[in-house]
């Protein structure tokens, strides 16, 4: 017995480089053999224990052989049991790589890694086929792979990552830090873990990537980093059912605003005091100073939410369920989400009037919001693409300053029955592709008031199934393919361009032209019976039509914008431009004003009359070119407001402007309808109270506590002559 110790013991003091032996429940295979460097190695490679601690090294009173390596450890070859309690690899401070996933044969409770680990991609993935991972949880009740995963002071240099780890229930990263920033995360790092439930990170994450939490359904707490500087888009892109509070300290200063996409169960989100970019209000997230809302939490409590007064910008996807769409058909991704706008709290949104924009796009898609209370008093000017697409809102009424309604604005809205204001938004330009499409419970559009809109784009009501009235801008010139196809309830179009707009077949696809009425001026009726596509129109009706004709009596001195076909009861409003060098004399008739507003009640005619700006020329001097000098002499239209300027000499100020022998105090000057002389009226700083009452226009003496003080022209001087302010 004691021959074979002693003969064992020469072995594992001399082995080559390959011999194995054991200490422990593991069997070590020697890597590295080589006295003279002092350099002795040996490999992990065999576990018959369930509770494995690995050292740092193995000494033998003469050597002393590193772990170095356990790259074996996930083979089911290697592993004498199909179940381990505890693989502790804490002490090992050799081993800075382990292996990225292990065997469907084996499950680990807990896996506690070296201290050195310089590669983090775990992704502890079960590498046998399904059925090996189904003999396993039939046969011994197991779930194959790593349970638990605890990091011990780990340094590493490249990137964190736990991904696609399907039995993983628990991590605690949190004594993990890294030197290099641009591995401190990146997409989907700890992502599609089925079973994961709790996520501690180490506070050297600066980035959360896209997706970084992508298909963790169980996640029940995760931690958020001090050291957190910057959001990505999209950090799930399906739902984190357990956390509906979001933490963010002070050094966040980036967020994309679809950071949330998807996150249908984040009720409150709440902001370091400290922070110097954001902040929180009641679980609402802001910018510094409230000045603009970032992002409402989709599930948040209350059915009603007041924009604050100080905020003038709702964020981009502020309010939205999914900000960025996904590979569905759009109409079945509409049916997917409205029915989660339905189950949220928030109904209504009220707004208030120094609300001045919201946001790029997609602000309210997919959002439980039904009304937006007070919005037709706001300032907003655009209302961007997809801004309420997908949404629950029923009803809208439109700010009068609004100029755009974006691509797909208001599509596949399938609550929206009323737009209202729309008669009376005169600033209206743009109208984008899709702004209304599917909104299959919207019944009327009137767009006849909105004259500067040249275009209804391809598809702007595509599929409105339950649209029966729309009238068409007045100015309008194209409009695009499919843009009322589908519309199969349309009953009356009121059309009052006078030629008919070339279309294609395409455009009214669907739309029953035998019951449907087409509204368009007497004067068109046989334009229109010979047009293509409008020809198949069979009721064409030009009752209550009216025709207003504009003219100039010279091309060259000006325009008139306004005119045309307008229905009885209809406001017209003309408005006469000048050009550069003329004036507006009066109409026709002799009305005065440029622009004039009346109710249509018959055909009129009115032509504008303008003339040439007649020129005169200002004189500009000084009452003593010596005291100081002048500038604004020309010759200018007449009504033109010119800037005089005095400059006085050293010791000379200036006392007043004369004109005609009256002062005047005024800088700015308007030319009259003759030529004139300006003077500017000098003085010595210290000018005596002759010289003062000499150049006043009217000059008053007061007697004040025993003194005399001099009042001209609202300033008040001493005897001597000097101002007192």
């Known amino acids: ?17 390959g011999d194995t032996f054991s200490r422990n429940g593991i069997r070590y295979q020697v890597t590295k053999e080589n006295p003279a460097s002092q350099a002795f190695e040996v490999s992990a490679v065999y576990y018959d224990s369930a509770y494995i601690l690995l050292p740092d090294s193995i000494g033998n009173g003469v050597y002393t052989y590193a772990v170095t390596d356990a790259i074996q450890w996930y083979n089911p070859q290697n592993c004498a049991l199909r179940h381990y309690l505890k693989i502790d690899m804490s002490e090992a401070k050799h081993i800075t790589r382990i292996a990225q996933q292990i065997s469907a044969l084996i499950a680990i409770d807990t896996l506690i890694l070296p201290p050195n680990l310089q590669r983090f991609p775990i992704n502890c993935y079960t590498s046998d086929t399904i059925t090996y991972r189904n003999q396993l949880m039939d046969e011994e009740n197991l779930l194959p792979g790593i349970h638990r995963i605890w990091s011990t002071g780990t340094q590493a240099d490249e990137y964190l990552k736990l991904q696609g780890c399907t ?5 605690d990263l949190s ?19 089925p079973f994961l439930t709790r996520l501690v990170l180490p506070n050297t994450i600066t980035v959360f990537y896209n997706q970084i939490f992508d298909h963790d359904p169980h996640l029940a707490y ?27 300290g002070k050094k966040v200063c980036e967020i994309s605003t679809v950071f949330a996409d998807g996150w249908y169960t984040l009720k409150h989100i709440e902001v370091d005091s400290a922070n110097q970019c954001f902040m929180d209000d009641n679980g609402v997230l802001y910018t510094k100073n409230q000045h603009c809302l970032f992002h409402y939490p989709y599930t948040r409590d209350g059915s009603e939410y007041q924009i604050p007064f100080q905020t003038d910008t709702i964020g981009t996807a502020a309010f939205a369920y999914e900000g960025r769409g996904n590979d569905d058909p759009m109409e079945q991704h509409a049916r997917y989400l409205v029915p989660l706008a339905d189950s949220a709290s928030l109904k209504t949104v009220v707004c208030h009037p120094g609300l001045k924009s919201i946001g790029w796009g997609v602000t309210f898609c997919g959002s439980s919001v039904r009304t937006m209370s007070k919005f ?26 609004l100029e755009e309604i974006g691509m797909g604005s208001f599509s596949y ?4 029955k009323q737009v209202m204001n729309l008669p009376r938004l005169r600033y209206l330009r743009t109208i984008g592709e899709n702004a209304f499409r599917r909104a299959s419970k919207l019944q009327e559009l009137d767009f006849l008031a909105c004259d500067k809109v040249l275009e209804l784009p391809k598809s702007v009501c595509q599929g409105d199934s339950m649209l029966q009235f729309v009238s068409f801008p007045r100015n309008v010139q194209s409009i695009g393919d499919s843009a009322f ?29 035998q019951n449907c009425v087409l509204k368009i001026p007497a004067q068109s009726i046989n334009l229109y019976r010979n047009a293509p596509v409008w020809e198949e129109f069979f009721q064409m009706d030009t009752n209550g039509f009216y025709y207003i004709e504009t ?13 045309g076909a307008y229905l009885s009861g209809e406001w017209v409003t003309i408005t006469a431009d000048a050009k550069p060098g003329y004036r507006f004399v009066s109409w026709s008739d002799g009305y005065k004003y440029s622009t004039r507003i009346f109710l249509i009640t018959k055909d009129e005619s009115f032509m504008a009359i303008f003339e040439p700006i007649p020129l005169h020329t200002l004189t500009v001097v000084a009452n003593d070119s010596t005291m100081g000098f002048v500038t604004g002499s020309g010759v200018y239209e007449e009504g033109a407001e010119v800037t005089l300027t005095a400059t006085p000499n050293e010791g000379y100020r200036l006392l007043s402007w004369s004109f005609l022998g009256e002062a005047i105090d005024t800088v700015s000057y308007i030319i009259p309808d003759t030529d004139t002389v300006v003077t500017a009226c000098f003085a010595p700083v210290q000018e005596s109270l002759e010289s003062v009452e000499q150049h006043a226009s009217s000059v008053t003496k007061i007697l004040r506590d025993g003194q005399l003080f001099i009042l001209r022209d609202d300033k008040t001087y001493t005897p001597t002559g000097q101002e007192i302010k």
């Open 1 to 17: 017995m004691i021959l074979c110790l002693l003969l064992s013991f020469c072995i594992f003091a001399y082995g080559e480089v």
């Open 167 to 171: 039995s993983l229930l628990e991590a």
């Open 175 to 193: 004594t993990y830090t890294t030197t290099n920033r641009s591995y401190a995360g990146h997409a989907g790092q700890f992502a599609q873990n």
């Open 222 to 248: 995760v931690n958020i980093p001090d050291s957190l500087e910057e959001i990505y888009a999209t950090i799930c892109t399906k739902d984190i059912p357990y956390i509906d509070t979001l933490r963010l």
């Open 376 to 401: 037709g008093e706001t300032q907003v000017k655009s209302i961007p693409w997809g801004c309420f697409m997908y949404s629950a809102i029923d009803s809208i009424t439109l700010p009068f300053g």
């Open 413 to 416: 809205t399938y609550n929206l």
């Open 485 to 513: 196809a589908g519309c199969v309830a349309l009953r009356q179009i009121v059309c009052p361009a006078v030629a008919p707009i070339p279309v294609s077949p395409a455009v009214f696809d669907g739309v029953d032209k």
């Open 551 to 563: 003219s100039v009596s010279d091309t060259s001195a000006g325009s008139v914008t306004g005119g």
